[in-house]
Every structure is written in structure tokens, then in C-alpha cells.
């Protein structure tokens, strides 16, 4: 007999974890579902077997879930989640599933150039295996050649998900000599991220409630769907006296399981429901008055300026209840210190974005929660971050030798992007293409469906001189745009990056070798540098030493050697300084003085990045505006289009576009499906189940609906991904002027019987 991940016995033990999924899955295992694997998944059953260590990357880099797998005959037949105290465990269903990834026989497994020179969605490319030298001789050609004759700037580097290669290829860009490097955080954290820079100089999206957590605002975020292991967190969190409030247009798990107040406001008004708050807590004193006096440029500007928004205005523009907008601002003033979660994106999703984040950043501000235990830390842990290699790549870049900032081509379109991100802002890299600016892309783990108006996406790339692309699959919706795909290994059979929690560094070793050709993201990138003649720089293609560098430009004195020794984990000590109140001592700034990371080292509620960028002195404050398409900003087109269009949320199942093809993933949403309220279904004399048109002024797409009260009414929720039912054709091109950003939870659109 043997065994491999597709058999019962290894559904069972691997699936006993996830819950409702449990019954399901083990059914399918019994027959139920047709299930394709190659003969390389199997293992004899009898033959001994060893249990190795890595981290899961099916939602993208920064979880790093542990995974303890078991190993026979060279092939994975269980996984589980690592208990040996790896800090984020237990896995969630994606992470059960991902041998049906690693064993898929649909995986790239070799190089593949187009043979067919029509670049079209619905053409054929012809795709035709060749050899790594011919790959990378190729790509190297068509980056050098463009150099020579457009300048280095022509040549784009791109990375989507997984995020793990981020720091290899800003490194590669960086010695290249292109400014125009780009990666998915032009639509996913980096805005939430910029807001908090913006207000108390700290890129941050939150911090989980510790013990002395009296309160806790989640603004927007489901981890019970999208982050199992934070979501026990919290739990024990609410189990220990913390209280919650949970902002979320949605009924999700996480309001049912955790929310004492739950808010629920219009997608796009997120920023109007901060300013009311903002005006309660200053209205009844429910703020740290000496904080405030002290610590924030613009404090009283901002107390006028929310004068305004008082919780009656604030309910006719959010649909967020005044009283409960009263009790959560008393919660969040009385209830201190008090911990902020926020989401990656949902909140800066907006034609608003940047403002709508400085606008719930200065809620952490007023209570007083910023740096304090129990409250939101700055400079907690290492001198780096769950992007470890990003970081400690930035500290080595040629960036300002090469004067590379004065060639962006975004730093003209979003100035405040530019400031905060050495990364381009990728939205308009079409234009950039008409314009004749970019002529070459190398893209790793992109996708083309993630941006609003798809099509203007696919078609630059088909316009391009020469593009090329990494990733596990050959994705048509992208690559039928490109001329070379490369195959990449997946999370059990490469090192690179290594896992940082706090002072804890965990490094990776490969599981099991790569299937068929395929090699690591960052040998991928390091190989082709050497092809470029940067053979130094790029560690001579090997990970290790690329690795290796990374600790040794720390400077903390850690080595490989010293992470092999420690497979538990190496803890840094710390270093003993305080860690609450670090502004009024000295303990943030990089140059000593008291203060915070912003140009007037106060936490800003008059933006000095957005003055310095441009902004009149009027346009300082993080003020509220209406989402460009609105019931409220366009009357007329809401008369056709009624519903406010909400994308994007996360499903337990999928990540983005990816995991569609995994039959133990696929089989709990088969097609794309449409949430709507039953008032709103009933309206339109529609039932559950029924096929049904979303459609706008932009587009139109089908799918399957769903009448369920975990939405709002006047409001659709529709997972994205679906190449045959892109939600994202919906959404228009009215980018944030702040931060660049589409907005994908704001739009307008009507549903009909298809």
C-alpha cells in the first residue's frame, strides 16, 4: 500500500483541526470529489519517515504559520501545524491543503516561451519548454538592451504574492540601476501603513491586546476568516476582561465572537465614522488632554475641524447609528490603554484612502494609546520586520548613489507615495507604457485580475517590447501577455526568507528538493543578476549567502550557523531600554531627541509630508470626502446603480485569485457567489441560488447569489479572483490622490436576474 497526501488516513489526522471542514473533506477523500495526483505524491506506507520544519505561505509571506511535516521516501504525506512553540499556529485550511498545491499536476515545472506572437487572452501562446540558460540569457538580453538604449528606468520589476521575494529583487533593482520596481502593496497594506506614518511617524497596522489591554478597536479586519492563529489571540483577549470594538460593514465571526460594539458604516465612509468619534471624545473630555497638548502638531485645527461631525451628521453619511457611535467613543476614551488592529486594506480601498487612515489613526492619538503598555508599541522587537529581508536589503541599496529617486515616474502623480516608499506605485503603469517610458517588465507572483479595470492592465503588458514571469502556474489571464514564464519552487522546497516574531529569528530549510526545474524565488532573482554582470553583488546566485548577508548587515553578530543551532528559534536579547513613553526620552528618533519620526517629531494631525508634497495648508487635516461614486456625490448614477459595490473581503477558503483549482479548497465555494441582504433580494425578486448580474457603468460580470444578513442592506459583498467573473471590471480607475490607491469598497452597482 502507500500513502500519500490525497488518501483518507492523511485527510483525517490533517484535517482534524478545521472544524465544520472536517466531515466534508474526509468525504471527498472516501470517493466523493474527483481528485487528480501524480504518481509523485505517492510514498510507501511502510517505509520510515522523518518529520521536518517550514512555515506556510498559501495566504502570502507575513503569516508564517508554522508547519511540522512528515516526510517519506522523499515526498510529503501529512502536514500539521507546528507546536514546538512557533509563535502563529495552529494552520488554517489553506495551509491543511497546501500538498494538493505542492503535488498539483498543473504546476509550472519548467521555463516556457511563447511561440505564437499574438498577445491575447484568447490566443494560444504556444508555449514551448526551454532551458534555464536560454531563460535567463534572454531575459538578461532584453533588460540590458533596454538600458542601453531607454535608460535602466524602462526596465519594471514587479512582485505580487507570495511577498517573500520582495527584498531579492529590490536589491536586484537597486544594482540594476531602475527605480521602476513595484510590488502588490501598491493595492494592499502600504496605504494603512503610510497613514500611520503619516499622523505618529510609525508604519503600523496594529498590535494584538496583551494583558493590559482594557479595550480593543478592530477597525475592518476578520481574522477569524483570514488569520486563525490571531484570532485564538484575541479570544483568550476577550476571555480575559478586554473589551471590543469591531468596525465592519459585515456580521462576520469575528463581530459575533468578539464585538461588544459593532459598528457597521457605508463602505467608503470609514473616515467620516472616525471623525465622529474623534468629536465625542472631545466634546465629554474622553481624551489624554496632556498628550495631546504636547505631542500633536495641529491638535486644536482638528478639534475645530470635527466640530462638525457630530454623531447625528455622522449618521446620515455613515448609516452607523448615533448612539452607538456615543458608546463607542466612550469605550475607547474610558477603557485606556487600549489596543488598534486594522486591516491591510479594506480602510484604504477609497478614492479617500490616505485621509480616511490618518482619520482612525488619530483615534490611537486622542486616547493616549501610542506607546504605552497595553496600547499601540513603536520600535517593538528587531531592527526589522516580518519583511526581514526588504529591510536589511534597503540598508545595503544603491538607491541614493544612483540619484534614482529624481527618475521615478510616479513621484510626480502621487508625491506622498513617493516620499514614504522607495517602491513605484504600480496603478498607472499603463500610461507609463503609452508614454513610452516602460518597455521591459520582470514580474514575479503577478497577477493582472488584481487591478481595477483588468483589461487596461492585460493589454500594457501585451504592448510591452518583452515581458517575463515566475510563478507556481501558468495564470492565462497574465501570461498569455508574456513571452517567457519561469517555474518556481514553493514554500516546502526553498529556505528563503527567514520567520521574524519580536526578538525570535527561525530560519527555513527546504522540506523536500523542487519539483521538476523549478527554483526559489531568490535564486531566480540572484541568477538573473549574474546574468546582468552583477555577479558580486548577487552572492554569485546562492541563497545562503545572500541570507548570510542579510544578519551580518543587522549588525546584531548572528550568523546562519547560529540559526541552524537554534531550530527553536535564536532569541536577540533585548537591550534593556525602556519600552513605554519612548518619545519623551529620546527612544524612537534615530537621531536621540525626544519626539516621533515625523518632520516635526509630533504626531501630525497637519500632515507635513502633504505640505512639503504640495497641499495647501487647508488640505492638511485628514478630511472627510465623499467616495467619487456615491448615493451622495452622484445622485443621478445611483438612481441606476443603487447598491454600494463592496469587494475583496476575505473568504476562509481562498486567498485573492489563488487556490481556485485545490479540490479540497474548492469544493466550499465552486463558483463565484454575490452576497446580498433580503430586503435588498427580495426587492428584486430574487431567491438564493439564483444567477445574476452585477453590473455598473463600467462592466457587468454573473454570479451566483447569496441572501444572507451578514451584509448591509444597500450593499453587495463579492469575493474577487474569478477570472470568469472579475468583480474588478466593476471598479473604476479614481486613484487616492495620497497614496495611489483604486477604490475597490466604494463603487455603485445594481444586481438583476441574469
Not at 303 to 313: G, H, I, M, N, S
Not at 599 to 621: A, H, I, R, T, Y
Not at 701 to 714: D, R
Amino acid at each position: 500500500m502507500s500513502e500519500n497526501v490525497f488518501s483518507g488516513t492523511v485527510s483525517r489526522r490533517s484535517f482534524l483541526k478545521a472544524g465544520a471542514f472536517t466531515a466534508a473533506v474526509v468525504a471527498l477523500a472516501n470517493g466523493g470529489y474527483e481528485l487528480r495526483w501524480p504518481e509523485e505524491a505517492f510514498a510507501d506506507q511502510d517505509s520510515p519517515e522523518e518529520v521536518r520544519y517550514t512555515y506556510c505561505d498559501m495566504c502570502n509571506q507575513v503569516p508564517k504559520c508554522g508547519i511540522k511535516a512528515t516526510v517519506k521516501e522523499g515526498k510529503i504525506v501529512r502536514v500539521e501545524a507546528r507546536k514546538d512553540g512557533w509563535p502563529n499556529t495552529p494552520i488554517c485550511s489553506k495551509g491543511l491543503a497546501s500538498l494538493q498545491e505542492l503535488y498539483d499536476p498543473h504546476r509550472l515545472l519548467y521555463p516556457m516561451k511563447r511561440t505564437n506572437p499574438t498577445k491575447s487572452r484568447d490566443e494560444d501562446p504556444g508555449w514551448e519548454r526551454i532551458g534555464w540558460d536560454e531563460a535567463y540569457d534572454t531575459i538578461a538580453q532584453h533588460m540590458l538592451d533596454a538600458k542601453e538604449k531607454y535608460g535602466a528606468e524602462s526596465v519594471m520589476l514587479y512582485c505580487g504574492d507570495p511577498k517573500e521575494p520582495r527584498g531579492a529583487i529590490n536589491r536586484l533593482a537597486n544594482l540594476f540601476g531602475t527605480p521602476t520596481n513595484s510590488n502588490e502593496s501598491s493595492c494592499c497594506m502600504m496605504a494603512a501603513q503610510m497613514g500611520a506614518a503619516m499622523v505618529f511617524g510609525e508604519r503600523s497596522v496594529g498590535a494584538d491586546p496583551t494583558e493590559a489591554s482594557k479595550s480593543c478597536l478592530i477597525w475592518s479586519l476578520n481574522p477569524a476568516w483570514s488569520m486563525a492563529y490571531r484570532f485564538g489571540n484575541l479570544l483568550r483577549a476577550k476571555d480575559n476582561g478586554t473589551k471590543f470594538i469591531v468596525v465592519d460593514p459585515r456580521i462576520t465571526p469575528t463581530v459575533e465572537s468578539l464585538a461588544d460594539i459593532h459598528l457597521q458604516p457605508r463602505p467608503g465612509t470609514d473616515g467620516a465614522l472616525a471623525l465622529g468619534i474623534a468629536h465625542v471624545m472631545l466634546r465629554d473630555g474622553l481624551y489624554d488632554a496632556a498628550f495631546c497638548e504636547e505631542w500633536v502638531l495641529g491638535f486644536e485645527e482638528f478639534r475645530a475641524y470635527v466640530q462638525d461631525f457630530t454623531p447625528e451628521k455622522v449618521e446620515e453619511i455613515t448609516w452607523v447609528p448615533a448612539d452607538k457611535i456615543e458608546a463607542a467613543a466612550q469605550m475607547w476614551g474610558q477603557e485606556t490603554p487600549g489596543a488598534f488592529i486594522t486591516s491591510a486594506a479594506p480602510t484604504v480601498h477609497g478614492s479617500n484612502a490616505g485621509n480616511t487612515q490618518r482619520a482612525i489613526c488619530s483615534l490611537v492619538a486622542l486616547a493616549g494609546n501610542l506607546d504605552v503598555t497595553g496600547g499601540l508599541p513603536i520600535n517593538a522587537g528587531l531592527p526589522f520586520t516580518a519583511f526581514a529581508d526588504t529591510m536589511a536589503f534597503e540598508r545595503v541599496d544603491l538607491y541614493g548613489k544612483g540619484g534614482l529617486q529624481a527618475k521615478r515616474f510616479d513621484a510626480e502623480d502621487f508625491p506622498v507615495w513617493a516620499y514614504f516608499n522607495k517602491n513605484m506605485q504600480a496603478n498607472r503603469f499603463p500610461e507609463y507604457i503609452d508614454e513610452g517610458k516602460i518597455k521591459v517588465m520582470m514580474m514575479w507572483g503577478g497577477n493582472a485580475m488584481m487591478w481595477p479595470q483588468s483589461d487596461v492592465y492585460q493589454k500594457a503588458i501585451g504592448k510591452l517590447e518583452f515581458s517575463a514571469a515566475a510563478d507556481y502556474y501558468i495564470r492565462p489571464w497574465t501570461h498569455n501577455f508574456m513571452d517567457i514564464v519561469l517555474p518556481v519552487a514553493m514554500c516546502y522546497e526553498r529556505m528563503a526568507p527567514f520567520a521574524v516574531f519580536g526578538r525570535k529569528i527561525y530560519l527555513r530549510e527546504p522540506v523536500v528538493p523542487p519539483a521538476g526545474e523549478a527554483r526559489e524565488d531568490y535564486q531566480i532573482v540572484f541568477e538573473l543578476g549574474c546574468r546582468l554582470g552583477l555577479e558580486e553583488d548577487c552572492f554569485g546566485g546562492s541563497v545562503e549567502a545572500a541570507l548570510e548577508n542579510i544578519l551580518q548587515t543587522t549588525g546584531l553578530g548572528i550568523t546562519m550557523q547560529d540559526l541552524r543551532d537554534h531550530p527553536e528559534g535564536y532569541v536577540v536579547p533585548s537591550d534593556g531600554k525602556p519600552t513605554d513613553r519612548k518619545y519623551a526620552t529620546g527612544g524612537i528618533r534615530s537621531d536621540g531627541q525626544p519626539g516621533f519620526n515625523t518632520p516635526s517629531g509630533k504626531v501630525e494631525f497637519l500632515c507635513q509630508v502633504m505640505k512639503e508634497c504640495g497641499w495647501p495648508d487647508d488640505e492638511l487635516l485628514p478630511r472627510y470626502k465623499e467616495p467619487v461614486y456615491s448615493p451622495v456625490s452622484t445622485p443621478d448614477l445611483a438612481k441606476d446603480y443603487p447598491l454600494v459595490l463592496n469587494t475583496g473581503s476575505r473568504v476562509p477558503m481562498y486567498t485573492h485569485s489563488k487556490l481556485r483549482d485545490c479540490p479540497w479548497l474548492n469544493q466550499f465555494m465552486p463558483e463565484p457567489i454575490v452576497r446580498l441582504h433580503p430586503r435588498d433580494a427580495e426587492e428584486r425578486g430574487l431567491q438564493e441560488g439564483d444567477m445574476v448580474r452585477v453590473f455598473n457603468q463600467l462592466g457587468e460580470v454573473s454570479a451566483k447569489l447569496e441572501v444572507t444578513n451578514l451584509v448591509l442592506p444597500g450593499v453587495i459583498d463579492m469575493f474577487h479572483g474569478w477570472e470568469d467573473a472579475n468583480v474588478n471590471k466593476l471598479v473604476s480607475r479614481d486613484f487616492d490622490p495620497v497614496t495611489g490607491y483604486p477604490p475597490y469598497k466604494e463603487g455603485l452597482c445594481q444586481v438583476e436576474r441574469a
